[in-house]
């Protein structure tokens, strides 16, 4: 049976929160996990908006997108994206930490990100994870 959890981001740091999200996903905190097999459970991420970076990375730190074009790479900095789409920035950091095969994209699909404390899924009655 899938388990819904239900993590806060408020104050902590963006890698340490990826590998917990990441590794909950893939089911490895399951006794039943084996590699093959999407075991892992679905996480809703709260407060997206409040995840903090060390090593004064809102001023170092880039994401790069392509279009495919010529002269179509763009960067945009951590802060100008934490103003805009902070949900995106917890996404490519698990993204990154989950292995790049088949079940990458059934495993981010578990993965449900909210910028503010509220989110839809009161019904499914996630349980409160604390990291």
Not at 28 to 34: F, H, I
Not at 40 to 44: I, K, L, R
Not at 106 to 110: F, G, H, T, W
Not at 123 to 131: D, F, N, V, Y
């Given at each position: 049976?899938?388990?819904?959890?239900?993590?806060d981001?408020?104050?902590r740091?963006?890698g340490?929160l990826?590998t917990?999200?990441?590794?909950?996903?893939?089911g490895?905190?399951?006794?039943?996990?084996?590699p093959w097999?999407?075991d892992?459970?679905?996480?809703?991420c709260?407060?997206?908006?409040?995840?903090?970076?060390?090593?004064?990375?809102?001023?170092?730190?880039?994401?790069?997108?392509?279009?495919?074009?010529?002269s179509?790479?763009?960067?945009?900095?951590?802060?100008?994206m934490?103003e805009?789409?902070?949900?995106?920035?917890?996404?490519?950091a698990?993204?990154?930490?989950?292995?790049?095969n088949?079940?990458?994209a059934?495993?981010?699909?578990?993965l449900k990100?909210?910028?503010g404390?509220?989110?839809?899924?009161q019904?499914?009655?996630?349980?409160?994870?604390?990291?």
């Open positions: 049976m899938e388990k819904w959890w239900l993590v981001a408020n104050g740091t963006l340490r990826a917990h999200i990441a590794k909950m996903l893939m490895k905190d399951k006794s039943t996990y084996v097999r999407d892992g459970d679905t996480v809703v709260v407060n997206a908006e409040k995840v903090a970076v060390t090593g004064g990375k809102e001023e170092k730190k880039f994401y790069k997108r392509y279009s495919g074009y010529p179509g790479l763009k960067f945009i900095r951590f802060d100008r934490m805009e789409h902070p949900e995106r920035i917890i996404y490519h698990v993204r990154g930490m989950l292995p790049k088949r079940l990458r059934r495993r981010l699909n578990k990100i909210y910028r404390s509220e989110h839809p899924h019904a499914q009655a996630p349980t409160k994870l604390e990291i």
